[in-house]
Nanobody
Framework: QVQLVESGGGLMQAGGSLRLSCAAS????????MGWFRQAPGKEREFLAA????????SYADSVKGRFTISRDWAKNTVFLQMNSLESEDTAVYYC????????????WGQGTQVSVSS
């Protein structure tokens, strides 16, 4: 029903910045919120940030608040994750996800984009 495609990942030195994008298509009218997650090797998937589609209310994990910023361009069906002051510990595959209206969890996921931070 909803397709998500992440882009913007790559290799960056510690202290640098990177902006990830997630383009949504399909039945985007049904989206209630979108979020960003990441998964590093040997670790479980970690929640990073979320934003409601219509109101723009945001929520962040304590580990990234102050460094990462989530935003959206509703007209273009795109959500962004601005990542500043990158650290080697930020190395992971980053995923965007969408939660449909009246759903209790994120049901749609992108394919992921690799972010590698070197020290």
């Amino acid at each position: 029903q909803v397709q998500l495609v992440e882009s913007g990942g790559g290799l960056m030195q510690a202290g640098g910045s990177l902006r990830l994008s997630c383009a949504a298509s399909g039945r985007t009218f049904s989206i209630y919120a979108m979020g960003w997650f990441r998964q590093a090797p040997g670790k479980e998937r970690e929640f990073l940030a979320a934003i409601t589609w219509s109101g723009g209310s945001t929520s962040y994990a304590d580990s990234v608040k102050g460094r990462f910023t989530i935003s959206r361009d509703w007209a273009k069906n795109t959500v962004f994750l601005q990542m500043n002051s990158l650290e080697s510990e930020d190395t992971a595959v980053y995923y965007c996800a969408a939660r449909a209206m009246y759903a209790s969890s994120y049901g749609f996921w992108g394919q992921g984009t690799q972010v590698s931070v070197s020290s």
